[in-house]
């Protein structure tokens, strides 16, 4: 259930980042913009480091078992025992985070940019977003190599989990998993590249994105297990039937049946 409950963590972390998105120069001060924008890269990044690496310590600790299962060995594999990798990839992302908001903070800004009206007359607009005066692209590659790596090691492990028969087998729901979350990455990365001046259609992308591997993350890890878990209750509960009567009939029916024959008894006497 630990594994369960980091992922479950970590959806509610990612999904969280759809708060400080939200944040503009309407309705909030600069200094609040710029605060929210040093908090999107670590809610996104720790949210999914989170749940990639929880599936990866839950993944890995059924194939040691199993290998250990194969060789006739007796082993016991505590939750501490995996979490390992999990404590590495959160200390290293955490690391790289801190670096970014330190050296390179980013702050709001309202940004220009020229079009034209129905009339191809020339006018400026503002649109207000997010940039650093440092250098921060180096610590957003470190990011997306760290993060790439861990799903590399996710998808080694369950496809190493592939051949393993359990009721709880769910290597196929992990592969989905990270198709998903590879998708929304690369396919949102490169429309909010397109679209840097409509902050809104921005907006939404990035958000539709975030639900798509909260839902994908949620429903194919535990759907399986609440459908498998339903279906068991339901075949191990325990029925009696008399001529398609309920228990609580026949139970009825037994004591009036023993209640008649203690009457016809005393009668006898």
């Given at each position: ?43 996104l990044s720790m949210g999914i480091a989170i749940i990639i ?124 998993v990270i198709f998903s979350l590879l998708q929304a990455v ?84």
């Open positions: 259930p630990l594994f369960l409950y980091l992922i479950i963590a970590g959806v509610i972390v990612l999904g969280s980042a759809i708060i400080p998105l939200g944040f503009d120069g309407e309705k909030f001060t600069r200094d609040q913009c710029s605060a929210a924008c040093d908090a999107v890269p670590w809610l690496s929880a599936l990866y310590a839950k993944t890995h600790r059924i194939n040691v078992v199993m290998k250990a299962a194969t060789r006739c060995r007796r082993i016991k594999i505590t939750e501490k025992d995996v979490l390992m990798p999990f404590a590495a990839i959160m200390t290293v992302i955490a690391v790289i985070l801190l670096c970014k908001t330190i050296l390179a903070p980013a702050n709001y800004a309202m940004i220009p940019s020229r079009g034209t009206d129905h009339w191809n007359r020339t006018y400026k607009s503002f649109y207000g977003t997010c940039h650093s005066d440092g250098l921060y692209v180096p610590y957003l590659i470190a990011l997306y190599i760290v993060i790439g790596i861990s799903i590399l090691g996710l998808a080694v492990e369950a496809y190493r989990a592939r051949n393993v028969q359990t009721e709880y087998q769910e290597s196929h729901y992990i592969g989905i690369v396919v949102t990365t490169a429309i909010v590249a397109l679209l840097d001046q409509n902050v809104r259609a921005r907006y939404a992308i990035i958000v539709i994105s975030i639900f798509i591997v909260c839902m994908a993350s949620l429903l194919l890890i535990f759907m399986p297990k609440f459908l498998l878990l339903g279906k068991s209750t339901s075949t191990s509960r325990p029925t009696v039937s008399d001529g398609g009567e309920g228990l609580h009939l026949r139970k009825f029916r037994l004591e009036q049946e023993n209640q008649s024959l203690a009457t016809a008894s005393m009668a006898n006497e």
